[in-house]
């Protein structure tokens, strides 16, 4: 059985793909933002065998999403990460205490800082969106500046997603013994999908569960963009490996920690 960290897996996808990778034996590592979300989510999850593993990490926060990689990468080796977590578009632009755009922080900032961090485990897997379609990655503007444009908050989310993609195919590319893809789980029913939202949480799961566990071939090849269990193309700059590397450049700059070569 593999040990899966999931982020942002006190509720959505990520709360149902904890409670599909429990049912089936795993050892799950779940993520809050905190205390409170994690002993709720504790206890929500909690079976026969006790009560799962939870870190606290504030991924708004360098300084916290730091201090859960420190956590993490002290602690007993991952097989797989799943990075699930992350915020939808927002009718204003909001900073972060680290005068970080909100949106790029969580959906983009995060994410790096997490791989860059933890010890690289077997499998990755980054939720991105299909969204991603109409995203563009401006490397000297991924935080949407009000004197060079207009805010729009769904654009904002969209070019985050769109830069999930070309982490997972960074990664991939530069990890060659890693499998890292990236997954558009859909429209989903939660709280940020909505209520009107054609598809279940369980839908949404189905991807990400599958990559992070299956020896199917197909759930074992890296550099890839899925939904449901397909391989889909993703956004032409996905694959620029141009592209993919001003994003690390700029990344590691704006965070000061490189991708390690490993």
Do not use: C
């Not at 065998?49 to 991924?59: K, R, T, Y």
Request: charged share 25%.
């Amino acid at each position: 059985m593999a040990r899966i960290l999931v982020t942002g897996s006190t509720a959505g996808i990520g709360l149902e793909t904890a409670r599909q990778l429990l049912a089936s034996g795993h050892g799950v590592v779940l993520h809050a933002r905190d205390d409170a979300r994690a002993e709720a989510v504790q206890a929500q999850l909690r079976t026969d065998a006790g009560e799962p593993e939870v870190v606290v990490g504030d991924l708004t926060s360098m300084a916290s999403t730091r201090r859960l990689a420190l956590e993490v990468a002290e602690s007993r080796p991952l097989d797989v990460v799943v990075h699930n977590a992350g915020v939808g578009a927002s009718d204003e632009r909001v900073l972060t205490d680290d005068g970080l755009e909100r949106i790029f922080q969580v959906n983009v900032v995060a994410p790096y800082l997490l791989t860059a961090l933890v010890p690289a485990p077997a499998r990755l897997v980054y939720l991105a969106s299909g969204t991603q379609s109409r995203g563009e990655l401006l490397l000297d503007d991924l935080q949407h500046d009000p004197a060079r444009r207009a805010w729009d908050g769904m654009q904002a989310y969209s070019d985050s997603k769109l830069a999930d993609v070309v982490l997972a195919l960074a990664v991939a590319r530069r990890w060659p013994y890693v499998v890292s893809n990236a997954v558009d789980p859909g429209w989903i029913r939660t709280r940020m999908g909505g209520a009107s939202a054609s598809g279940e949480p369980a839908e949404g799961a189905d991807t990400p569960v599958w990559l992070a566990t299956s020896q199917e071939p197909d759930a074992t090849l890296s550099g890839r963009y899925l939904h449901r269990r397909r391989a889909l193309e993703p956004n032409p700059a996905a694959r620029d490996e141009a592209v993919q590397e001003g994003l690390l450049e700029t990344l590691a700059e704006l965070t000061g920690t490189g991708l390690p070569s490993r």
